[in-house]
């Protein structure tokens, strides 16, 4: 029972370049959020997706980001034209379907959490 | 607005103390969900617990246990006979039920700035 691939793990780039940051949610779960983790702090929200639709990209800077997750294949995270201050760990969680929750009915599922990727913006 | 405080930036304990991580959160929502999560230096996040805003029921799980007070907005976590491993940052977090947001499913997590468990040996 596979969890939540984050790939790669660490990933190294120069200042301008572009990176792209996959995630497979775990089986079965539609949800996908992604979060930043910058040095010593703790993790921010920055976009939730269902497939092929973005919920809620409050989280998101307005310009070089940008999240997908289609019908087929991972959730991709894009960054472009990277500078230093893009260099943090980004997870991605998965959640299932709503209407996979219990009786309970009302919000929330738990958040699984992927290994995360390491960027490094030199 | 919603925020979660942990107000403790790092503890260090000997092993087999018992230590108790504290977390203080805020919200206008009357229904909300509260987490823990644990960062061990491999640097996943590990899911401990889920407690919604309708149970203040205390909750163990072997070692672990955590107190949820609603009159003081506080859900604060102990370890009871500290071991190595459990050297980690640890997280609170906060997601809120807005009724409109359900039906689709959003319910991000609002983290705490993390507290850094040393156990020494």
């Known amino acids: 029972n596979a969890g939540v691939m984050q790939n790669p793990r660490h990933l190294v780039r120069r200042r301008g370049q572009e990176a792209r940051l996959r995630c497979s949610p775990m089986?079965?779960?539609?949800?996908v959020y992604w979060y930043r983790q910058l040095p010593e702090e703790g993790l921010k929200f920055m976009v939730y997706?269902?497939?092929?639709?973005?919920?809620?990209e409050s989280g998101m800077p307005k310009e070089r980001f940008s999240a997908e997750f289609p019908k087929e294949g991972p959730s991709i995270l894009r960054i472009q034209q990277v500078v230093r201050g893009d260099s943090a760990a980004y997870f991605c969680?998965?959640?299932?379907?709503?209407?996979?929750?219990?009786?309970?009915?009302?919000?929330?599922?738990?958040?699984?959490f992927g290994p995360g990727t390491r960027l490094t913006v030199l | 607005a919603q925020k979660v405080t942990q107000a403790q930036t790092e503890i260090s304990v000997v092993e087999k103390e018992d230590v108790t991580l504290d977390c203080v959160y805020e919200?206008?929502?009357?229904?909300?969900?509260l987490f823990w999560y644990k960062q061990p230096p491999s640097g996943e996040l590990v899911f401990l617990i889920r407690r919604n805003s309708f149970d203040e029921q205390n909750e163990i799980s072997g070692r672990y246990s955590w107190n949820f007070q609603k009159s003081t907005s506080s859900f604060n976590f102990t370890i009871t006979a500290s071991q190595v491993v459990d050297s980690a940052v640890y997280f609170c977090?906060?997601?809120?039920?807005?009724?409109?947001?359900?039906?689709?499913?959003?319910?991000?997590?609002?983290f705490g700035t993390g507290t850094r468990l040393t156990v020494i040996p």
């Open positions: 969680a998965s959640s299932p379907p709503a209407r996979d929750r219990g009786l309970s009915g009302l919000g929330t599922d738990t958040q699984y």
């Open positions: 919200t206008r929502d009357t229904t909300y969900y």
């Open positions: 089986k079965g779960h539609s949800h």
């Open positions: 977090a906060l997601s809120e039920a807005d009724l409109l947001l359900v039906r689709t499913g959003a319910n991000n997590l609002f």
């Open positions: 997706l269902q497939k092929e639709n973005i919920i809620d």
